[in-house]
């Protein structure tokens, strides 16, 4: 039935918008405000209000947007936005060897499991 991929069908439900527009939103609140005119007030969460910049995002209220500014994915798409912006070149030496955040993640895990074995 559909994507039978677990993970193709997460990727695709979180797309947001790119990097490279969230960084022009956050040079040119013109640019923010341009993207933002494309949404209807009405259909966003918290009518528009709550709404984080780095990760394009809209929140319902005011509290789940301060908890989304202290989590992980945010602090993530924080710093890959502090990273120069990607070449085409990077993007294909990359391309196969980095699936996604989660590597880090899982390597992050080995790495303290090892610990826990040796002391
Ligand atoms: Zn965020």
Redesign the pocket.
């Known amino acids: 039935m559909g994507v039978g991929n677990k993970r193709t069908r997460t990727k695709t439900r979180n797309h947001i918008r790119d990097l490279d527009q969230v960084k022009a939103d956050l040079l040119s609140p013109k640019h923010l405000a341009q993207y933002k005119d494309t949404k209807l007030t009405e259909d966003l969460p918290g009518l528009g209000q709550w709404y984080?910049t780095?990760?394009a995002?809209w929140y319902d209220t005011e509290a789940s947007l301060v908890v989304?500014?202290k989590g992980k994915?945010?602090k993530r798409?924080v710093r890959q936005l502090r990273e120069e912006p990607w070449t085409q070149k990077e993007a294909e030496a990359v391309a196969g060897l980095v699936t996604d955040n989660e590597g880090h993640e899982r390597r992050a895990e080995a790495a303290d499991a090892e610990m826990e074995m040796t002391t």
């Open positions: 984080c780095e990760c995002k989304h500014r994915p945010h798409r």
